[in-house]
Structures are given as structure tokens and as C-alpha cells.
């Protein structure tokens, strides 16, 4: 446990720019997630810290040191990477002792029997530790994978996608018991995906990434409700936020630089008879989706090609090839370049 | 286009038994998902379909014609695989026009035709360009350009959209069922992912251990599971099940749970004492101060429309609610859980199969909703 500070780094490959001039201040126990885009420099970060990559230029610092220029084995950082490699001849037990039988390190077998016992309890792993790590179904060998870098208790945990290989519903599960893993060890983690919802759920800070570039550093209802950017609004949220150009509400009241609203589905309501004072907008209905508990709306403002979706509540749905009032309670603005213009 | 049915359908690896004994029909111009886990079997019964793999036993029917043992390249059933594997060296137009290309077919036609899948796909303005320079979204479009070329009797695709960014394969879903809207064309699509199945299939069949445990329409499978391996499967988060012994009486609307009186849709045949499990969807909880059945906050995940607040019941299991982001709820509090009565499902624990409740005899268009709503 300890604190990552990531200081102007910069990291250029050839005539990219992978990483610029990043600026990132982690407290000890704060779960970090860079969210982005394939390429936006999320890996690289990641490697960075790590020492598998050297910066162009500024510093990384763990607990108050300047490792920039340090090994990554004498860096006390972990890395668990997106495809699990075990030693396929090694039980559960040994994969998990193995980190800690390094000659860098001398630990007693007792002591690495109790630490192995309490990471396989934690992973609920306990009675699969005899298994041979090739008996193991894909979200068991990626949980001793995870075991692996928690035996260790380094400074810093760094962890590139290591969920995203997975069927979709282990993937839910093992999201929620990584969370609960990292409050109850209360480790520092830098945590790389492109998935929202793994963003939005796992996070203390969530930083998006964009070409090299970090847009934006925040809470995760910072970062949904309050995004700097186009850019930052569109990549989190499921539908995603709705993006309309300016014409298209014309009688909307906003500042003239404005060119792009940013409406999130759920901002848009069905007006009916009693709510249809708050109508701000009308809009057809083209079809309505089913997505489990959720519906969608999917609409077309009149005149334009554009569409529109929008949450509906069993109670107030529409039907295909209706034509309905709609009240969109609340909008972001942007303007050309993307940025947000605020209030 | 043409109708597949499925009879008798098995298969097994020497001593594995990957499908057993399933029958389905795919209806003409129907988008059929084969839906489950990594090893249920959804991929071998597609494989065998395609001709790729030879059933055990069983027959397979194609527009009426038994292919069973008939070789692939005689099906006229196009391919599309989660790796697309593209030609590096040739152009889109090229990639597009191969399967023609080897077919034989007069250069006039094999150009009208791809300049037609190229429309229906909206990548014409791709044609000329290397296949080694395209994003994966488009690398994908090409693939399955090659496909709807051919102008086969039916698609079957493996996962085409596994390889895919998340936020992109959303956008891919939206296409793909664009497409199928378009062509018309019977589709069979093997996923794991029970979102995509949702916003995609006109039917979707989910298997489990090489069987079919549940075939409708994806609102049904989602509101009346058939056990709870599918009410499991299906949403995100996945179906509460709160533990409880009990006898019931025939038209019982309600069950005791730890000093709580939970609501139930009326039962339809009396049940014996046995472990049942009582089955209820996050989004159908509300959080009370001070009544219902009592629980404490372990953790709260924030999803920008909404929040997933799970929790720990006085008898011990691990209950999931999604509710409104301004609904207060932080780690430690001791809340009381609500339940819709109306759409609750019943198990019996042993077997794992719904029990008949009130909730069947609603039709399903109406179930979940006030007003009746149209799948899109």
C-alpha cells in the first residue's frame, strides 16, 4: 500500500505520441480506472509505472520515491495482464506460493502457507488449492491470477484488462468480488479497460483517456454527470448519451457558441395529459427495444434524420409510429471543438 | 430463406456429451439466438448446422431438405466467425467478391452483387481500400459482406461481435439487427452475452450443459424463466433468490421469510413442504425504512442511470436492487426490502424448476408492463 504519483510523463514511439504529459496523483488505498478507447495510451500507463516502458520525459513516484529510472523488479508493483498465464504444472498452491519463493525475496514456507491460505480464502479458492492449475475453469485460473499479485502485497497493484477475456457473466461476478477484495485490502490500484460499467462500479477516480491525453479526472458521478467533453459524455453510459446538433432543437434557450446537446436517455421523459405542460419537444416513435429490465425509446424528431433514444417506464410507453410530446429535462452543451459549455 | 428445424439433434466427443437429444425449429427469416456459458454446447449444434461437425444422431432440415450429412460447402449456408479472417493482400472489394470468385460466377454479376452487399452494409466507399488498413468495426462489416454476398439460404455466426470493444459492440448490435431487417434472411447467432441476445433475437434458445432449458421470445425468457439456470443467466445483475422452506396452499399470494411476509403472484397447484427459492429481479425491489424484510447495505455500485445496491438479508443471502441514483443508500445501513408481488418467480430448489404461478396465465406482452408493449 502506498501512493502513486505519476508526474508530466510523456512516452512517444516513433512519431506517436502515446502518452502526454500525464499528470496523475493517487492516495494510498484509491482505485484508479483509465478508461478509453483501444489505443488512447491506457496500456502504456500502465507500463510505464511499471518500468516495462521508460518515459521520454517526467517522473514516477511511489511512496514518495522516484522510481523512473528504477528496475520494475525493485519497483514493488504487481501487474496482472489481460490473459492469465499460470504454470500449467503447478497446483493452485504452488502458482500462488511461486511469487513469493523468488530468490529476490526470503520468505519462510509457514509464512508463505499463511499468506497463501489467506489469499485462496479471500478468493474463495480454499478447496481448489490442490487442483493442478490447468483443471481450473477461465474465471478460476484469472482469480489465481489476480491471488498471485495479491500474495505479494506490493506498493502498487496494476492491473491491464484482466476481466475482459472473460464469459460475460463471470466477468460480472469477479467485478464485484475485486471490488470487495480491494476495500477489504484496502490496496492501491491503477486499472485499465475500456468498459464502462467496470469504470463506473470499481473506481474512486475514474481518468478517460484520449490520445495520450487524460480529458478528465473525477468521481464516477463527476465524470457521468459533469463531463468536460463530447468525448468524456459519449464513453460512459449505457444507451449512450444522445447527441444532437444544435438545429435540431432550435427553440431550446442556450449560448450561441453552443453546436451539440448532449441528452442522456434517461433526461427524456413521455409527456401525458398531465405532464404535457412540461412538453418541450415532439418526437415519433420508430421502435421501442427490450433490453431486460430496461426500455428504449427509439425516436425521430420531426424534419430531421435525427434519432433520438430515450428510458421509458412500462407505464408510459408509446407505440411504434406514434407521434408523442417528449420533456427533455435536462442537457449538456458543447461546442464545435467538443468541449463542454457550462451554465 | 428457408426454415431449419432441428430433430433428435446429439452429439458427443468420446466420452463427452456436448448436445443432447434437442429439437427446435428456425423459423424462415427469423434472427434465432443460441444463448448460454462457454461449453453448453450453443457452438457444436451451429457447427453441425453449418455442416462443420457430423451429429452422433439426430437430423437437421434445411428449407425442408434433410442436409444432415450433406458436406458444407452444399448447404448454401454462409459462415461468419468471431476472428475474421480476411484476406490481408486484397482489397475490400476483393475479400467481398471471393466466395463468388471461386464459385465461378460471370464478372457482371459477382460486381452487381457486391456493389450491393457493399450498399447494405454501407462500407461502398470502402471497396477499393486494403482490407490490412481498417478498423475492427469495419474489418467486420467486410466479413460479413462476404457472407450476405452469396445470397445463402441462411447465416449462422459464432460470436461475430466477441472480438469487439465493448461500447463498439453496441453499436454492432444496432447494425447487425438493421441488416437482418433489411436481408430478411434466417439467422442463427451464437453468443454468451445475454445482453446482445436481448436486443437482437426474435427467438432465443438458451442451453445449458447441452441442453435447451428454455426457447421463446426474449421478453418471455427474461419475464417467466423456466428455471432458475435462466433466471440466472439472463439480466444484469442476475435474479435474487431468497432461500425459504414452506408449504403452500393452492392460490397462496404470500410466504414467510424470516418474520416477513413476502407477496407472491397466486400459486397454481398447492405445494408440499419442501426448499423452495423465491425468486426476484433487482429492479423489482424498493428500499424501505421500516418495513418489509430487513437487511444491511454491504456495497453500492453507481451506474450513472441508476445504482446497484447489494445487500446481506436477515436469513443470510446476498440480495442485489437496482434503484434510482438519488435513493440514499450507503455500506452499514439497515434497510427493509420491498418486493413487486406481481413479479415474482418461484423455484423448487431441488429440481430448479419454476413453479406455475398466476404470473403464467398473464399474456406475455403484458407482463412487466401497465400498458402492452411491442418488442422492436
New interface residues.
Partial sequence: MADLKIAAVSKHFGQTAAVRDLNIDMASGEFVVLLG??GAGKTTTLRLVAGLETPDSGQVWINGRDVTQVAPALRDVTFVFQQYSLYPHLSVYDNLAFPLRSPLRKTSEDDIRAKVTEVARMLRMEDKLQNPATRL??GQMQRVAIGRALVRDPAVYLMDEPLSSL????R?DLR?EL??IQ?DTQATMLYVT????EA??LATRIGVLDHGQLVQLGT??QV??DPASVAVAS??????INLLPRAALAHLQVPETVTTLGV???HIQVCHPDTLAQANAQARVE???????Q?LL?LSLPGSEQGLIA?AH????A??GEDIHIHIAHSLWFDAGGQRVRH | MAEIRIQNLHKAFAEFTAVKDSSFTVNDGEFFCLLGPSGCGKTTTLRMIAGLELPTSGQIFLGGEDVTFKRASARDIAFVFQMFALYPHMTVRQNIAFPLVSQGMAKSEITQRVAQAANTLHITGLLDKSVSGLTSGDRQRVALGRAIVRQPMAFMMDEPLGALDAEFRELMCEELRGLHDRLGATTVYVTHDQREAMSMADKIAIMNQGVIEQLGAPQEIYERPASVFVADFMGSPSMNFIPVSAALARGATTIRVSGASLGLPAVSDAVTERPLLYGVRPEHIQLSADTGLRAEVVGVDYLGNCQIVTLTTAVGSTVRAKVDVRSPAQRGDQVGLVFDAAQVSLFDAASGRALRTARDDIPVSLIGTRGGAAHG
Fill in positions: 478507447p483501444s475453469s477461465g464469459d460475460a457473466k463471470l460480472n464485484l471490488k470487495r476495500q475500456h468498459d464502462q460499467v463506473l462500479t464516477p458521478q457521468y454527470e464513453r460512459l453510459g449505457s444507451p449512450r442522456r436517455a434517461e421502435r421501442i427495444e427490450r433490453l431486460s429490465d426500455y427509439h428510458s412500462p407505464g408510459e410507453l407505440r411504434p
